[in-house]
């Protein structure tokens, strides 16, 4: 069974950083794209960040030039180093793979989510 552990979230002040992390595991052959929503109260998830396989990057626009997204493939792990941290960025984070190739077949999954706190 494939499963998404999350880690890393927390309180911070402003302008403070956080690093998050997401590790896959499970009899994986292969994964697609790897990436980070964020659902705060009352709001919609929306994508924060995404990398594919292949390095490909994007990112929200609210949090470009302060969010870094990485992959290591060999772990099946993805990260999300958060800088600059503003109330705003308060939320659940949320990690997903999606083009997931295991025994079970072919699936996106989301991990459980961390809550990050930014105080103003």
């Known amino acids: 069974q494939v499963q998404l552990v999350e880690s890393g979230g927390g309180l911070v002040q402003a302008g403070g950083s956080l690093r998050l992390s997401c590790a896959a595991s499970?009899?994986?052959?292969?994964?697609?794209?790897m990436g980070w929503y964020r659902q705060a109260p009352g709001a919609q998830r929306e994508l924060v960040a995404v990398i594919t396989s292949g390095g490909e990057i994007n990112y929200a626009d609210s949090v470009k030039g302060r969010f870094t997204i990485s992959r290591d493939n060999a772990k099946k792990a993805v990260y999300l180093q958060m800088n600059s941290l503003k109330p705003e960025d308060t939320a659940v984070y949320y990690c997903?793979?999606?083009?997931?190739?295991?025994?079970?077949?072919?699936?996106?999954?989301w991990g459980q989510g961390t809550q990050v706190t930014v105080s103003s």
């Open positions: 997903n793979a999606d083009g997931v190739v295991s025994t079970a077949g072919k699936y996106d999954y």
């Open positions: 499970g009899r994986i052959f292969s994964i697609n794209s």
